[in-house]
């Protein structure tokens, strides 16, 4: 029998809306989390899954309400604690790594202070003993130099060490629990794999059990023992996590998973239709019923309980997961096959351009010194065809949307020329650009709440472009944006929309159809999928393949998302600090990552599969500044050559496939080297 | 760090001379000055003339102009013209007693407008929160004339407590002050509580709403240990310039209180010198209150600075 560290029974949260309903955001949720058992809760924006983490900590957001059920923790219900009871499970018992550690963190108090803040309450140290303590704690996390970090403010960590100190602090109270809560979203992928590594050393080392919440299935493959998939404030499937993933048998996860673009798998995912509802807009039935390919009649009208399914070893929520595991099997064909027409076509070259974001000094200035020679981003030289998904992929900090921004004449270029349809050079300063290459270049940006103007209708955002380049107006502009809404499957009733009455993926449709009504020639694209869901990621990955194919646009398209990328793109740029290190085709790029800093950034990405580990080979340290000589690459670079790396540029080198890196270490070496790994 | 300093300090000269620029020009150009607001209906001929002559108006505006600055940064205003005293003798005790007031005001309504700002947030719709708030809101919409005149009525008239006007020669001692500012200072701080316990409420609110305190929660620190070490520091660091704009407020702006209760002020003598074409009187005041602004700001602006560890290493950084 083992050892029970919560148990959750029945439990549903709950809000009273204006009109004075009541309305549910967990719905009899039932589950045990075991000693030692680490159990992913995974699901989209919306199902509950943050809510029910902190429910088992015993704390409810303002506005909500516990309706019915209990917590219980040591055979007291955590939810009808008094606040002094609280405080001594909190931190103590049961500890929270929490998702944006950044903003988490107090920002006037000092590292040192919020862990020793964790050990005056629950332990019973002296002051010597818990200064012993912090550093040990900073050690186990693996921060370099504790002493160091122990002075610092939470600023001047970087995202990786925030979280480290995260995790640092909910190990000081010795818990028995530990609840994370989307802890490595936000972090660059490399960051990413050693978090979830050293999670993983510290879950073994103290036999604390954890509770992960996340929506990356990735993250949730490499960490859990079981996996409850949450829907809606449902619990829809419980299970161990190789049947979870490997063998869905419920069909939300079931498409879910063929959502989620893999590198082990080429072109399109499929994507799901529709979104989950909005709370309380189910009164009965399955609240999957909507988007389930494997409805019946008798899902509208009934809902299904939680059954649990002895083969599986598994709880599921759903009439027909007999049917659907056997449907399954025929149903191979998991993606989509991406159409390729090339031509040999020039549409933009970029060509030795540099960009710095250092200020001028005002001496400088007067002496008209424009003398920066380590600027952010350094020698670009890109030449991309009509028709054709260049990508520009790298970690936070790597250039690549500075470069988007300066294509689009946002940021003035310190050196270089950028040439559009052959011999049209682009000026770097956006005002003297014609309107006319205006159009031509169109962006859609990473977060629509951001780009799309809350107090403009949904018509009044296309038509902007429309009266802008073609001077349309009356009902002919009508009838145009009507056009263009179609082309991104938004019906005419979307016209008097305000944004905020749009869904995420709703809200990048209007982008996207903002940007082609321009009808342009290139399309930058900046992280557009990263907000959205990963089923709604798949829908409008699927519907920019489509528009390109209809209209033969050329998208350069930024990315940090290496699988994404590995779907939509024909070729790939990969930047480290500003610096190409790797251009090539996709297929070539992510079959043969000849560069270092590729192979590092593929062996990080997280598989939503629990057999396939990520392989992590160089540090995860960042990197301020781009080094003043050398390769870009030298200060994590694993296979570092010696002295030369220091002091010389390396050369380009091009293999038979047509990728180009830049290392000092010949071509085919590298690839011998990394198949005999 | 002395860099910023020294910098901000260049831009404060800066401003002060174009506020001084604007002052003087706006009082050259507006029809009628000193001489005809004197003489009334004598105003032409001779007598005007001469009247120019004897105040020093004939000659052009910008000698002036000039002289007047040089005179300003040896600290010496000049003379007024209705009352052809020294500025300096007139401005003193004006100062005087309108930092009596200010400062009277400052010690008793910052406090208090903390504490209830406070107090509402962390009881944010509940009772207490209800209460102060609705309160609150209240003196901060009545007009200071209407709250000033009733709090006479009720206090001066019906209960006889404190006299209603302040009836104190312009150069009395701080002594002979106090117990007529009483109703000024109660007048002045419910419409400067209300506004800064606002502030200060929605700021606490949004600082409790933020993932730290969240976690501070959740790792087990007791509420006010919680509140005192997580909360308060991160939101009353942008109230500090709130109070610095209410305190340049108080020293120039309470014309109002000023006129209702008769208080011999800075505020009433802008409104007196400017009825009175004084334009040497205008000018002095107009760059004494900006001086006031611009230090005042200055000294919150390092002090935000100075508390927040965030543009602290911002800073050292450059």
Request: charged share 20%.
């Amino acid at each position: 029998m083992q050892q029970v560290v919560q148990e959750i029974k029945n439990l549903s949260i709950g809000f009273t809306s204006q009109k004075g309903e009541q309305i549910s955001i967990l719905k009899n949720i039932s589950t045990i989390i075991n000693k030692g058992e680490t159990v992913g809760i995974v699901g989209e924006s919306g199902s509950g899954k943050s809510t029910l983490a902190l429910a088992m900590m015993g704390y409810v957001k303002h506005g909500l309400y516990t309706i019915s059920g209990e917590c219980i923790y040591q055979s007291n219900d955590i939810l009808k604690m008094k606040n002094r009871e609280l405080e001594n499970i909190r931190g103590r018992k049961i500890a929270m790594i929490p998702q944006n550690a950044g903003q988490s963190l107090t920002p006037n108090l000092k590292i040192g202070y919020q862990i020793d803040e964790a050990l005056r309450l629950h332990t019973n140290f002296q002051k010597e003993d818990r200064d012993v303590k912090i550093s040990e704690l900073l050690n186990k996390v693996r921060l370099p130099s504790p002493e160091t970090i122990a002075k610092r403010y939470p600023h001047e960590l970087s995202g990786g060490q925030q979280q480290r100190v995260a995790v640092a602090m909910a190990l000081a109270g010795s818990p028995d629990l530990l609840l994370l809560d989307e802890p490595t979203t936000g972090l660059d992928v490399t960051t990413q794999a050693h978090v979830l590594e050293l999670l993983n050393f510290i879950a073994k080392d103290t036999g604390t059990s954890m509770v992960y919440v996340s929506h990356d299935l990735g993250a949730i493959a490499q960490v859990s023992d079981r996996v409850i998939v949450m829907y809606s404030g449902e619990i829809v499937l419980d299970g161990p996590v190789r049947t979870i993933l490997k063998n869905p048998i419920h069909p939300y996860t079931y498409g879910l998973l063929k959502s989620i673009p893999k590198l082990t798998l080429s072109g399109l995912p499929n994507s799901m239709s529709g979104s989950q509802p909005q709370p309380g807009t189910i009164k009965e039935g399955c609240s999957f019923y909507d988007r389930c390919e494997f409805a019946e009649d008798k899902c509208k009208i009934k809902s299904p309980e939680l059954e649990f399914v002895n083969e599986f070893n598994t709880s599921v929520r759903c009439f027909n997961h007999k049917e659907l595991h056997k449907k399954k099997d025929k149903d191979k064909k998991s993606s989509k096959n991406v159409l390729r027409k090339l031509t040999k076509n020039e549409i933009l070259d970029i060509s030795s351009v540099s960009i710095s974001y250092a200020k001028q000094k005002f001496i400088e200035q007067l002496l008209n010194k424009i003398d920066d020679t380590n600027p952010t981003v350094k020698d670009i030289n890109i030449k991309i065809d009509k028709g054709e998904t260049l990508a520009l992929v790298g970690e936070s900090g790597s250039g690549k949307s500075t470069i988007l921004k300066s294509i689009a004449g946002l940021i003035k270029a310190k050196d270089g020329i950028i040439k559009f349809d052959k011999n049209k050079i682009l000026s770097s300063d956006l005002k003297k650009r014609e309107a006319n290459y205006l159009r031509a270049i169109q962006l859609i940006f990473q977060n629509p709440d951001e780009s799309l103007n809350p107090n403009h209708t949904v018509e009044e955002i296309v038509s902007q472009p429309l009266k802008l380049y073609f001077g349309l107006s009356g009902n002919e502009l009508k009838q145009k944006i009507i056009e263009v809404l179609k082309k991104v499957r938004l019906g005419e009733f979307y016209l008097t929309r305000y944004p905020r009455q749009l869904s995420g993926g709703e809200k990048q449709r209007v982008a996207v159809a903002r940007a082609f009504a321009a009808k342009p020639d290139i399309i930058l694209c900046d992280e557009v999928t990263s907000a959205l869901d990963v089923s709604v990621q798949a829908a409008v990955l699927n519907l920019l393949q489509e528009l390109k194919e209809d209209f033969g646009t050329t998208y350069i398209f930024v990315s940090h998302d290496l699988a994404v990328v590995k779907a939509i793109s024909d070729r790939v740029a990969v930047l480290y600090q500003g610096r190409l290190c790797e251009i090539g085709p996709s297929e070539s790029v992510y079959k043969f990552p000849s560069h270092p800093y590729t192979e590092v950034l593929l062996g990080a990405v997280l598989e939503p599969d629990p057999d396939i580990k990520p392989k992590l080979v160089a540090e995860d340290i960042v990197e301020e500044k781009p080094p003043e000589k050398g390769c870009s690459f030298q200060g994590r670079c694993p296979r570092l050559l010696g002295q030369i790396c220091k002091t010389d540029v390396p050369p380009w080198q091009i293999d038979e496939n047509g990728n180009a890196i830049r290392c000092h270490i010949k071509i085919n070496d590298l690839k011998n080297q990394q198949i005999s790994n | 760090m002395l860099i910023l300093v020294l910098k901000r300090i260049l831009l404060g000269f800066i401003t002060l001379f174009i506020v001084s620029l604007i002052t003087f020009v706006g009082v050259e150009v507006l029809p009628g000055d000193a001489c005809t607001t004197y003489l009334e209906r004598e105003a032409y001929g001779a007598a005007l003339e001469a009247c120019y002559k004897r105040l020093g108006l004939d000659i052009p505006a910008y000698e002036r102009y000039i002289s007047w600055a040089i005179g300003v940064i040896q600290g010496d205003f000049g003379y007024s013209l209705s009352g052809e005293m020294k500025i300096n003798d007139v401005l003193g005790p004006r100062v005087k007693n309108s930092l009596v007031l200010a400062s009277a005001s400052i010690l008793i309504g910052i406090p208090i407008a903390l504490l209830l700002g406070i107090i509402t947030a962390l009881w944010r719709d509940k009772m207490p929160d209800i209460i102060i708030s609705t309160f609150t809101i209240f003196s901060m919409t009545i007009p200071e004339f209407i709250s000033a005149t009733l709090l006479i009525l009720i206090v001066a008239i019906w209960l006889e407590w404190l006299p209603g006007i302040v009836i104190v020669p312009t150069g009395a001692s701080i002594s002979e002050l106090l117990p007529n500012i009483i109703l000024p200072v109660v007048a002045i701080s419910m419409i400067m509580t209300a506004h800064m316990a606002r502030m200060v409420r929605s700021s606490v609110i949004q600082v409790m709403a933020s993932d730290y305190v969240q976690m501070a929660i959740l790792k087990g620190v007791p509420y006010w240990k919680m509140v005192f070490k997580h909360v308060l520091p991160n939101a009353l660091l942008p109230a500090i310039n709130v109070v610095a704009l209410t305190i340049a407020w108080l020293l120039g702006g309470v014309v109002v209180t000023e006129v209702v209760f008769n208080y011999p002020g800075l505020g009433r003598l802008v409104i007196e010198s400017i009825s009175n074409r004084d334009l040497p009187v205008v000018q002095a005041l107009a760059i004494i209150l900006a001086s006031i602004y611009v230090i005042i700001n200055l000294i919150a602006d390092l002090l935000t600075l100075m508390l927040n560890p965030r543009l602290k290493s911002l800073q050292i950084k450059k």
